[in-house]
């Protein structure tokens, strides 16, 4: 059940992340029991999770600079020494801003060989446009590099170009949808694609990463009505390769599965074997959507992540990750 404050629906009140501001927040308190646990004789894991799984992103930025002006010692860099494993790596991600953890995402993304054309996909597609603009700053801030650059020196042909649209297209976010476009848009897609001999990608991509989450279902509605295929599949048929993948993800992250769909099933494929999934979607979805992303997993899979977190970690990581899912 999701947390409805407000009146009705889509209400500014409406929350659906798991993590709240904690009511009685003290950063002073908190950064000195942060310090004692970390430096008592044998690390207390169990203090440090139960401090930062129940504080907020806000709250945690400001439990970091107390902790430094009382400490003179940098709290990501006390923690990295005082812990090991995913436990490290879920605690450091837990204190990054979301946009610098984004940032952090995409650098590992196009770093090293071979890039995880998932990952770009994935945080891309998910963002909205002044959320994309924070993330831009805070990558060259830390890289000292442009995100667009490292992204065109990484990648090649039609996927750069719908990455780089994804990254620099003010996608429109109103929930109206205006049908005749729809109508409109279906006819462009469908010619650009079936009743074309090679694909007209650009076409693809412009309708693709311009027009609303709301907007992209009517018009692969009124697709499914003037084809044999559904439109992922008219994709898979017409491209080849990372674009191929790329625009169907995009087709079903934001229009067939709301963007709920997808993280669960990236969730589910994350057990046993990807603990970094898990990281990256429970941390940067915990006070955003995270509640939905629960529900919409129970329902897909019928049985809850909770379960399968238990099943598949251990210890404290498994601590923070059911601390990150909120109440089971």
Known sequence: SCCLL??????????????????????????????SAI???GVDEDVIIAVLVKR?????????????????????KALKSALRSHLEDVTLALLMPPAQFDAYLLRKATKGVGTDEDVLVEILATR?????????????????????????GETNGDFTKALLAMLNTKRDESTEVDMELAKKDAKVLFEAGEQNAGADVSTFINILTTRSGPQLSKTFQHYATISDLTLPKALQMELKGDIEDCLIDIVLKIAVLGIFGPFSILLSQGQGTCEETLIRI????????????????????????????????????QKVLLGLCGPN
Not at 56 to 76: F, H, M, P
Not at 130 to 148: H, N, P, V
Not at 289 to 316: C, P, W
């Open 6 to 35: 407000g009146p009705s629906p889509q209400t500014a009140t409406e929350y659906y992340g798991t993590i709240i501001p904690y009511p009685n927040f003290n950063a002073s308190s908190d950064a000195s029991v942060l310090q």
């Open 39 to 41: 430096e008592s004789k």
């Open 56 to 76: 907020s992103n806000e709250q945690r930025q400001k439990i970091k600079a107390v902790y430094e002006a009382s400490s003179g010692k940098n709290l990501d």
């Open 128 to 152: 909205s446009y002044g959320e994309l603009q924070e993330i831009k700053r805070a990558f060259k801030q830390e890289y000292k590099k442009d995100l667009e650059e490292v992204i065109k």
């Open 282 to 317: 429970l941390v940067s979805r915990s006070e955003v959507d995270l509640q939905k992303i629960v529900e919409q997993y129970r329902a897909m899979f019928e049985k809850t992540i909770h379960e399968d977190i238990v099943n598949d970690t251990s210890g404290h990581f």
